[in-house]
């Protein structure tokens, strides 16, 4: 299920990031709050989160009340730029893909003066294909016309660069998990479609659902053909020990 798959999702994150109750993790792009509870529920760890989205907060805000974690986590509504302080570990789930290209080596150098000299982090984000990145970026496709104006898609290698120019994060580890996510688009859409006829309640058009099943679908097609993918990276500063080279 949708689910179980979204559990795994963020259980594998925290692994990958070796939390533990001793961490403090800093997440930059809080979402709907469901890595920080889970990672504070989990695995016992400190959270700070920060968004700048006014539902998201509010949201997450609620939920981690319902959870009474009011005391492992800490939500900020705060432009991550003027986040301040250090953490042990540091997380950011498809939110490069807001940055915008000019402000890449700024994010980048953000998260590493973010982390203690031998902090984690991992980030996940969609990329275009490195072949596909130079005509990308010089136009505008239907997901940055009428899904996510403004966005922009890096490409692993455009990633790998501003690693390197901007910070002193050094890669770690590369899982590609694209293929995941074109079946996660599949019962994304199937599910839409079994609750079509509730759209009509919160204000939603015909129109707008069939733009939505058409994104679905165009964004599954690309996933599957791999002119995109989802990489998630792990990067380390430079004290950063691997348990097994200890």
């Known amino acids: 299920s949708l689910a179980d798959a979204q559990f795994h999702k963020l259980h594998t994150i925290c692994k990958k990031l070796r939390l533990t109750a001793d961490d403090h993790l800093i997440e930059?792009?809080?979402?709907?709050g469901g890595l920080a509870v889970h990672a504070a529920k989990h695995f016992g760890c400190k959270v700070t989160t920060t968004t700048i989205s006014e539902e998201q907060f509010a949201y997450a805000n609620e939920w981690v009340k319902?959870?009474?974690?009011?005391?492992?986590i800490t939500l900020l509504k705060k432009d991550y730029r003027l986040l301040e302080g250090t953490y042990t570990k540091l997380v950011s789930i498809e939110m490069i893909e807001a940055v915008g290209k000019p402000y890449l080596n700024q994010f980048f150098n953000?998260?590493?003066?973010?982390?203690?000299?031998?902090?984690?982090?991992?980030?996940q984000s969609i990329t275009i294909d490195d072949r596909r990145y130079d005509s990308y970026h010089k136009g505008v496709d239907f997901i940055q016309k009428h899904i996510f104006p403004g966005g922009f898609l890096p490409s692993q290698l455009v990633l790998n660069q501003h690693i390197k120019q901007a910070s002193d994060l050094s890669i770690?580890?590369?899982?590609?998990?694209?293929?995941?996510?074109?079946?996660t688009l599949r019962d994304w859409f199937n599910a839409f479609v079994a609750a079509k006829e509730k759209l009509a309640v919160?204000?939603?058009?015909?129109?707008?659902?069939?733009?939505?099943?058409?994104?679905?679908?165009?964004?599954e097609g690309g996933f599957l053909e791999r002119s995109i993918s989802t990489v998630q990276l792990v990067l380390s500063k430079p004290r950063y020990v691997d348990e097994l080279t200890r």
């Open 66 to 72: 319902r959870e009474g974690l009011e005391d492992q």
């Open 28 to 32: 930059i792009g809080t979402g709907w």
């Open 110 to 123: 953000k998260c590493a003066s973010l982390l203690i000299p031998d902090g984690l982090m991992l980030l």
């Open 202 to 219: 919160h204000g939603y058009d015909e129109r707008f659902a069939r733009m939505w099943e058409y994104y679905l679908k165009y964004c």
């Open 172 to 183: 770690r580890d590369m899982q590609d998990i694209g293929l995941d996510y074109a079946r």
